[in-house]
């Protein structure tokens, strides 16, 4: 089955540490981004990639960073940067051309120790 | 300053019945629409979209309506199901020309449906 897949599922962090979540898809979807989710928030995008070797800020994308080598892999890294990444992170993929509706893998909750 | 909105956090409905959930937008340039579903600690699941062309578009038990002169969607949901018990999020996004850029989606902050027996 096609789909999107993140890992892991929980993650904790130590002040001061990067940590990276992982986004595979096999949609063959060239577009894939990067959302975070806080209580009683709705979703708000900190990274988007069309194709690859590329990507562009979403609106909250300080603190973050990601790469995008392979069609399928978007990973992104929390920075020590980033003052308050205990969230909920979600990826999602769609199509490239025209108006797609984003898919979404099932999210990784990071949490600080 | 919320281009999307959801201004009921929570809506409760009996079994059988219609479940309507409202979604306010502010830009004039979003002509893309579209509504998730999402249970507790899993990622969104998409459900219907509409194009500002329209001004319904349905699916089995899910409809949704455009007012664009309004600046307003809604789901509606016939007839609800306890399994449609979840949050909803409505999101938009300016019209993408085939090959453009990818679309950026811009959501709103989810209503609570829960769906009695």
């Known amino acids: 089955d096609g789909g999107i897949t993140q890992s892991p599922k929980y993650l904790f962090r130590k002040e001061g540490q990067n940590v990276t979540l992982s986004c595979e898809q096999n949609?063959?979807?060239?577009?894939m981004y990067w959302y975070r989710q806080d209580p009683g928030q709705g979703l708000r995008l900190i990274y988007y990639s069309q194709i690859v070797n590329d990507f562009q800020k979403g609106d909250i994308a300080e603190g973050y960073s990601v790469s995008r080598e392979k069609k399928e892999s978007f990973p992104l890294t929390v920075t020590s940067a980033q003052k308050n990444p205990t969230a909920f992170y979600l990826c999602?993929?769609?199509?490239?051309?025209?108006?797609?509706?984003?898919?979404f893998g099932d999210g990784t909750r990071l949490s600080i120790l | 300053d919320q281009q999307v909105k959801q201004n009921s956090p929570s809506l409760s409905v009996q079994e059988g019945r219609i479940s309507i959930l409202n979604c306010d937008y502010t830009n004039s340039m979003f002509d893309y629409f579209l509504w998730y579903k999402k249970y507790p600690a899993e990622g969104p699941t998409f459900l219907i979209s509409?194009?500002?062309?329209?001004d319904k578009n349905e699916d089995g038990r899910f409809t949704v309506f455009l007012n664009k002169s309004a600046k307003h969607l809604s789901l509606h949901i016939v007839p609800s199901q306890p399994g449609d018990s979840a949050v909803y999020f409505c999101a938009a996004s300016p019209w993408v020309n085939y090959g453009g850029a990818t679309n950026k989606l811009i959501f709103g902050t989810g209503t609570l449906l829960a769906v009695q027996p």
């Open positions: 999602a993929s769609s199509k490239r051309t025209g108006n797609q509706p984003q898919h």
């Open positions: 509409i194009s500002s062309i329209k």
């Open positions: 949609l063959n979807h060239d577009a």
